[in-house]
């Protein structure tokens, strides 16, 4: 007798209804000024998805492929595809404030580099986005455990899939509150990056040099009318010019 009719059938649950908030909408609109409703929407989407590949799974008794598909490393390269797509939104966007702020205020392209933020910035925005997902890590390392003894249940062993199937909801249910720490992170970020462009907005260019030029064209006609005037000694060189000077025939 083949060993897998004595195991339990899988049912992978539905999750959607468990995902909250990531299907129906958080309210905040435009967290920091973004527009997250696409990048929310193909989370929760990705999530399902994944779950019905997992059915389609349990439907041909692979077992084992059935909890890859809706294991850990799915839900967190889920979780990394939706952070990376915010952190790109956020800096689009903050890349395009800066350097609108910087035309009005006539800033320098080559200073104007400087506070264009690079790969290096994005990699910290992004890691401080993706620490929202810490509250995901705990129940996907349970869900993880747990799948090993679910895979082979038996039908006396009923309670370890109950087990795993619970998890797999908190696990939903851990995703819609990680989004909503996305949001609040995003709100945060945003007045942080946003300080760079108000920067930016105020700069204004040196004076020094005008001033520098006009005290030197004073102090120059200042001399020369005192010369000019027989104040001061007329210097050699002077009066040859002045010599040669149409007005001085």
């Known amino acids: ?35 997250l409703d696409e990048i929310r929407i193909d989370l929760a989407t990705r999530i399902m998805e994944l779950a019905g590949e997992a059915r389609q799974l349990a439907g041909r008794d692979e077992r084992w492929p059935v909890f890859e598909a809706v294991g850990r490393e799915a839900w967190l390269s889920a979780w990394d595809r939706a952070v990376e797509g915010v952190s790109t939104l956020m800096l689009d966007k903050i890349r395009a404030e800066i350097e609108m702020r910087a035309a009005a205020a006539k800033m320098p392209r080559r200073l104007l ?8 910035e994005k990699r910290v925005l992004k890691a401080r986005l993706a620490s929202a997902g810490a509250v995901l890590v705990p129940v996907l390392d349970r869900m993880a455990e747990l799948a090993r003894e679910a895979a082979m249940a038996t039908p006396a062993q009923r309670r370890l899939l109950e087990d795993w199937q619970e998890t797999l909801k908190a696990a939903a249910r851990k995703l819609e509150a990680a989004w909503l720490a996305l949001e609040q992170e995003v709100e945060a970020e945003a007045r942080r990056l946003d300080q760079a462009a108000e920067f930016v907005a105020q700069w204004r260019r040196p004076l020094w040099p005008v001033v520098l030029a006009g005290s030197v064209g ?11 005037g027989g104040y001061l000694p007329f210097p050699d060189w002077l009066r040859d010019l002045w010599i040669r000077l149409p007005l001085a025939r």
């Open 113 to 120: 580099k400087r506070f264009l933020p690079g790969e290096a």
């Open 218 to 228: 004073l102090g120059l006609a200042v001399w020369v009318g005192l010369v000019l």
């Open 1 to 35: 007798m083949n060993g897998s009719k004595l195991l339990l059938p899988i049912r992978v649950p539905e999750l959607g209804p468990h995902l909250g908030k990531l299907v129906t909408g958080t309210g905040n609109q435009q967290p920091g000024g973004l527009a």
